[in-house]
């Protein structure tokens, strides 16, 4: 027994034998397979897209992106045909369809396309009278027809030759439309294309005598689809050479219209006796998937064939998808992200059902279906059986939608109905960053036969399951293929890879393994990694096949033999900051090949990793021929880089890389070495700012719409060195590197300052969008144009919330706008006012709504210096917008005058807020006793008893009134409005 699987045309075979012998672990697999509980999240409830009296068929669909599809089909009405659409709208519809075209006789079998701007809708037309055309018209978002003045002359003519043209495909190509249709200009059915611009121009000839004809073989050549993969299309077709069989074949053009099997005639997929019908196509984004309906015995079951993506191999044997009872026919297949989805309607239970599978690249079931199985989407009824079905995946929603036409009873019309599906987003596999580890899955990348190889990936699953495949697939014998025969002497291997550690598989977890690999072919090894969690086959760049190497290459890095460079490749081996060193390798190649590649990488900022900017490209140092061994030299200025500790010598390692073609020189040169820096003079410092309100050397500073920020850093230089590079870094994208352009020139706080020996301050003021990472890191980078400057701000950085979901802010009012406090300063036993502005963006209420003030002055928050602050408006719910919260307080700290620490604490049932309000660097200054205030033994004063009891009577600012809590019925004291003296 063997078991066959397709990837691309890389065969996977499975011998008996070796199932056999791993029986065990394959039969672990099939029992979890099987028990495994199908994660579809279907919307069950169908959506009518359009129904009535007359007849709705032929249904297509396009997805533009934001939930935005254009749904296109036939209504049939007083025995004509005309084109109708709707625009559906995250699962819901506008109330009524639009008519497309609306022209003399019939408009049938539309198709549509979305090409970035505007929809292309193209349909066959005989409008003309004669006989069946091709036409197309352009729909934008908004439903406007863009070709003709009304429905009734809407479109373009596509192809008007003579006779007929029918069934038309389309697909959009990056550049360009490819519209495919079956042809009879010369009385016998034939398959012609044209490419078509964004703007509607025809790139193939005139609509009369124009097209590229690429099926024009014996018989009737019918049913063309049409996919396009990013480099190429592929036209499939039915080829009928007679009544009682017909076979699949298909054609590659290139984007300007090169046919690149057989020109003319197209490359024959599958052919045998029987009859094969209703082919379609989809396209991973490298190779194809063809499925159609064959008819082998007596019932018609689905087929898969996958078809390569250079041609070269354009069979790979045909497989089933399904083989249940009775009728599988029409089906439908789109590509989503990691896997194909096939859909077919269905006659096992009597009537005709929407079926639909789920297969990985190589062509391996997913959701523990089989050939016999598959999965019911519902009752169709009496539908078409050769109209197929068509669905969407919507990439951006994570959602599939998919129509059909349907006749719920014999007496109804045919209708166009609807189902959304809520997609399973697939696992994730990446490098896992370590040190040999960061543009690949293998160290070594190169070595000699029998060597024994360590594989890492990192796999993530943004549902938090764990791997249920978690494989390396290496090509040992290098045939091109994944053949598993215990055998074949240089055997492939298929093998389970062990986890590391960790369990968090949404931040992702890392997968190891090691075996030792085998010389063979070219000495150029395939590998890939396979990981899925039975519902979704993992993507990522790991799963694609990437390259050991092996053997000794003829490239070669030597020493030069020159003064200060026999043992090593740099000069000086030690200078001070700021100093010009200069690196000298020797490049050999025997056959006398120039190097592809020809590097120093150099550890500037001696974080042990050779960033991609600090990898310098050498240049020529003399015309010596290559086999006899040609130098390069490079030179440039290297600062010191001191850390926290120690202003010592900076240890700085570097290293050579030159390649040709893929072959990395090798030699001592290849390997890391060393010099050393020192200080020059002295060594710049940067530390935090004081001032109210920055934490880490940021602090919000407008919350509305994006969030507005300020960066302030101080820089200090004893030999008052001003700093020739005084930079922000904001790791923006989240991607782990500072590239150019998220480093950004801070300014001078005061310019007439002609001194940093003592403290200058820089800043900068950035506007932060949303971003998917809540938190993105920064740091501050100065120099003096011999030393980095040190301190924590840039050995360290830090990071800041650039999406909160619960922030504080100042008030924004009077006197408030900077603080959170008035007055600044004031005398013992004054009543200071705390302001603050509160917002949660999922509108929860503060449980805590503090201001802590250390009355005391001992460096701590006692509880007893924990105080509540009152909403100035309880009647107001909404909290995304902003609450505002206040506070006064008689404040006699035990020895005036003092400067008092406070700060705002405030929690919502999940989050602390954050923001400049809860930084701990705010003050108040309390002075001695004031005898002109009063006495604070002496009872407050009581109001007048004739005084009007209204509640709109006019306020005394500055006199403390008791308001109700409506949340805890107690008397606070609050300022209803304050004027503020500084």
């Not at 959506?47 to 934001?66: E, K, M, R, V």
């Not at 196509?281 to 490298?286: I, L, P, Q, R, T």
């Not at 986890?499 to 393994?513: M, P, R």
């Not at 005394?956 to 019925?969: A, E, H, M, R, V």
Request: one cysteine or more; hydrophobic letters at 30%; a negative charge.
């Amino acid at each position: 027994m063997n078991v066959h699987f397709f990837n691309s045309g890389k065969k996977i075979h499975y011998s008996a034998s070796l199932l056999i012998i791993t029986g065990t672990i394959l039969l672990s697999a099939l029992i979890l397979s099987l028990s495994a509980s199908t994660v579809y999240g279907w919307y069950w409830n169908d959506i009518l897209i359009s129904g009535g009296t007359a007849d709705q068929i032929h249904p297509q669909i396009a997805y533009s992106g934001q939930g935005h599809s254009l749904i296109v089909w036939e209504n049939r009405e007083n025995q004509l045909s005309d084109i109708y659409g709707i625009i559906e709208n995250n699962g819901q519809t506008p109330p009524y369809p639009f008519q497309i075209c609306t022209a003399p006789g019939d408009q049938r079998n539309p198709v549509v396309a979305w090409d970035g701007t505007n929809y292309l809708v193209a349909w066959q037309d005989t409008r003309s009278g004669n006989s069946s055309d091709i036409s197309a018209v352009r729909v934008t978002p908004q439903s406007n027809v863009l070709e003709g003045n009304s429905a009734q002359d809407a479109g373009v003519a596509i192809c008007t030759a003579i006779n007929d043209q029918f069934h038309p495909s389309l697909v959009w190509g990056g550049e360009n439309y490819l519209l495919a249709w079956e042809d009879f200009r010369n009385n016998s059915g034939k398959i012609y294309t044209m490419r078509i611009s964004k703007e509607l121009q025809l790139l193939d000839g005139s609509p009369t005598t124009g097209g590229l004809l690429i099926g024009g073989g014996d018989g009737l050549q019918v049913k063309p689809k049409v996919a396009w993969n990013g480099t190429n299309y592929f036209v499939v077709w039915e080829s009928h050479k007679s009544e009682s069989s017909s076979d699949i074949y298909g054609c590659r053009v290139s984007p300007s219209g090169q046919l690149l099997d057989t020109p003319g005639m197209g490359a024959a997929l599958f052919e045998d006796d029987n009859i094969k019908l209703n082919p379609n196509v989809a396209s991973d984004g490298e190779d194809f998937f063809v499925v159609w309906d064959a008819h082998n015995t007596g019932y018609a079951d689905i087929i898969g064939l996958m078809v390569t993506d250079d041609g070269s191999l354009l069979i790979q044997g045909p497989f089933p998808i399904s083989e249940g009872p009775l009728d599988q026919l029409t089906p439908s297949i789109i590509w989503c992200t990691n896997h194909y989805m096939v859909l077919w309607k269905d006659t096992r239970n009597g009537k005709a059902d929407l079926y639909t599978v789920r297969l990985n690249s190589i062509g391996a079931f997913l959701d523990a279906q089989t050939v016999s199985t598959g999965i019911n989407l519902g009752l169709v009824g009496s539908s078409i059986l050769g109209s197929p079905s068509a669905a969407v995946r919507q990439e951006d929603r994570d959602e599939y939608f998919i129509i059909w036409e349907e006749k719920r009873s014999e007496s109804d019309s045919f209708d166009i109905y609807s189902r959304r599906y809520d997609a399973i987003p697939p696992p994730l596999l990446t490098w896992t960053g370590e040190t040999n580890y960061q543009n690949d899955g293998v160290n070594p990348d190169q070595s000699s036969s029998g060597t024994t190889f360590e594989f890492r990936v990192k796999y993530q699953n943004p549902n938090g399951l764990p791997p249920r495949k978690y494989q390396l697939w290496i090509d040992q014998d290098d045939d091109g293929t994944y053949f598993i025969n215990a055998q074949n002497p240089v055997m492939d291997k298929i093998m389970n890879m062990s986890l590391e550690s960790g369990s968090d598989y949404t931040q992702g977890v890392i997968y190891k393994a090691e075996t030792t690999v085998e010389f063979a072919g070219d000495g150029k090894i395939n590998y890939r990694f396979v990981f899925s969690d039975l519902t979704n086959e993992a993507t990522g760049e790991p799963t694609k096949n990437h390259q050991i190497l092996f053997g000794n290459t003829s490239a070669s890095l030597e020493w030069m033999d020159k003064t200060e460079y026999e043992s090593d490749g740099v000069s000086p081996n030690s200078a001070s900051g700021g100093s010009s060193f200069t690196f000298m390798v020797k490049y050999r190649d025997w056959e006398n090949d120039p190097p592809t590649t020809s590097e120093v990488w150099i550890d500037l900022n001696h974080n042990n990793i050779y960033d991609n900017d600090e990898k310098f490209i050498m240049n020529a140092y003399d015309s010596q021929n290559f086999s006899a061994g040609r130098g390069y030299f490079k030179s440039l200025s290297c600062m010191y880089v001191p850390d926290l500790t120690n202003t010592n010598p900076l240890t700085i390692k570097y290293r050579f890389y030159f390649t040709n073609a893929d072959e990395v020189a090798e030699g001592d040169p290849s390997n890391d070495h060393f010099f050393s820096v020192t200080p020059y003079l002295s060594v710049p410092l940067l530390s935090w700012p004081t001032e109210a309100g920055f934490l880490q050397g940021v602090r919000l500073k407008d919350e509305t719409g994006d969030k507005n920020y300020e960066f302030c850093i101080s820089y200090q230089d004893a030999d008052n060195d001003f700093p020739t590079r005084k930079e922000l870094w904001i790791d923006k994208n989240a991607d782990s590197f500072f590239s150019q352009e998220e480093k950004y020139t801070m300014e001078e706080v005061n310019p007439y300052d002609n001194s940093v020996t003592d403290e200058k301050m820089y800043h900068l003021d950035i506007t932060l969008s949303y971003y998917e990472e809540e938190n993105i890191f920064y740091k501050f980078v100065f120099s003096d144009g011999w030393n980095m400057a040190t301190g924590e701000p840039f050995i360290n950085g830090s990071q800041i919330s650039v999406n909160p979901s619960v922030y504080l802010t100042w008030a924004g009012d009077t006197d408030f706008s900077y603080d959170g406090i008035e007055p600044d300063t004031g005398p013992a036993m004054t009543w200071f006012h705390f302001r603050i502005k509160y917002t949660n963006i999922n509108n929860f209420y503060p449980q805590t709504k503090e201001v802590w003030v250390d009355e005391n002055n001992d460096g701590q928050y006692q509880a007893t210096e924990k105080h509540i602050m009152e909403d100035l408006n309880p009647n107001d719910l909404t909290y995304s917008d902003g609450k505002i919260y206040a506070l006064d307080l008689k404040i006699n700290p035990p020895s005036p005058p003092s400067t008092l620490s406070y700060t705002f604490e405030f929690r919502d049932a999940y989050l602390k807020a954050i923001g400049e309000p809860t930084t701990n660097s705010l003050t108040v200054l309390v002075l001695e006793q004031d005898p002109s205030w009063q006495d604070p033994n002496t009872v407050d004063p009581q109001p007048d008893p004739n005084e009007p009891n209204d509640q709109n009577r006019a306020i005394d600012p500055y006199t403390p009134q008791q308001l109700t809590s409506p949340q805890c019925g107690c008397f606070i004291s609050s300022l209803l409005s304050y004027t503020v003296f500084r």
